[in-house]
Structures are given as C-alpha cells and as structure tokens.
C-alpha cells in the first residue's frame, strides 16, 4: 500500500499466540476462544489508548479523543 492508506489483514489465531504490531511495543494475545467469539489480553505503554470502536466513536463525538 502507499504511503498514509490503510488497509485490513485478517489473521486466524488460536489461543496463546501472539500479534506484535510494528515497533509501538503493542502486544496482542488470544487469551480465549470459542465459536461465539475471542478474548483478547493487550500489552502496551500506558500511554496507548485502547478502546473498543463504539466506545471511541463515542469519546470522539463527544470530543474526549
């Protein structure tokens, strides 16, 4: 991709691996799955915000972001 677009990459993942995402020191791990969903456990600097989107579309309208 060029330059500032973005794009999607979608993954399979099964419990206990990984995601590294680039050099922002964000881990990414597969605490549980089943077939209904995942549950995610995320390491990262206190300094990143993390949200679920609904909850930071929110924060964004009401111009907390």
Do not use: H
Not at 19 to 37: H, K, L, P, R, W
């Amino acid at each position: 991709t060029s330059q500032g677009s973005k794009g999607n990459l979608v993954m399979y993942f099964c419990k206990g691996e990984r995601a590294i995402i680039d050099d922002m020191n964000i881990v990414v791990t597969v605490v549980e799955s089943d077939f209904g969903g995942c549950k995610l456990a995320f390491e990262a600097d206190r300094s990143v915000r993390i949200d679920r989107e609904k909850v930071y579309q929110k924060k964004k309208a009401d111009g907390n972001y």
